[in-house]
């Protein structure tokens, strides 16, 4: 099993910036793909950024520009750098992790963007 915690998260203003980052711990060997998946109140799940062991990257087109998926495979962690933030951007961020056949995910950070 891998486990994931994510930090990061918090309350800020339109236009600012935040830094998740998401540590993998556990059968870390299994892992391929890392990334963010985000849940607005009311909405599904979706995809913000992933980012393979070799280092590329996918992004939503709705983040595409502000936010940047980075990797550090000696730590085991991912980050996500995230900036010019919008009320929109509002939602928990879910950290994955995909091997060949399971995927894992964190428990959640809360980002409130306040216009």
């Known amino acids: 099993q891998v486990q994931l915690v994510e930090s990061g998260g918090g309350l800020v203003q339109a236009g600012d910036s935040l830094r998740l980052s998401c540590a993998a711990s556990?059968?870390?060997?299994?892992?391929?793909?890392m990334g963010w998946y985000r849940q607005a109140p009311g909405k599904q799940r979706e995809l913000v950024a992933t980012?393979?062991?070799?280092?590329?990257?996918n992004y939503a087109d709705s983040v595409k520009g502000r936010f940047t998926i980075s990797r550090d495979n000696a730590k085991n962690t991912v980050y996500l750098q995230m900036n010019s933030l919008k009320p929109e951007d509002t939602a928990v961020y879910y950290c994955l992790s995909q091997g060949t056949s399971l995927t894992y995910w964190g428990h959640g950070t809360q980002v409130t963007v306040s216009s």
């Open positions: 980012i393979t062991r070799g280092g590329s990257a």
């Open positions: 556990g059968s870390i060997w299994s892992i391929n793909t």
